[in-house]
């Protein structure tokens, strides 16, 4: 079954060592909860992440993340 919709961002990037870790850390910092995440990489460089988040937490997750 299908349901939704789920709040979500979507961040791009350069694929280095800690990128996500950094991400992390500033929406733990602000008390924001992440329950799931998906991401890739592109192989030359560049990574894409979806980050999911409770929607009352959404708006503290954008200005966490300065977007």
């Known amino acids: ?17 800690g990128a996500l870790a ?9 008390n924001v ?3 799931a995440a998906t ?4 192989g030359g460089g560049s990574f894409g992440y979806v980050i999911y988040v409770r929607p009352e937490q959404y708006n503290l997750a954008v200005a966490a993340l300065g977007l």
Not at 4 to 10: K, V
Not at 22 to 30: Q, S
Not at 39 to 42: I, L, Q
């Open 1 to 17: 079954m299908l349901d939704g919709p789920h709040p979500a961002l979507l961040v791009q990037g350069d694929d280095e060592l």
């Open 22 to 30: 950094e991400l992390h850390m500033k929406l733990m910092k602000a």
């Open 33 to 35: 909860n992440v329950y």
């Open 39 to 42: 991401g890739v990489a592109d």
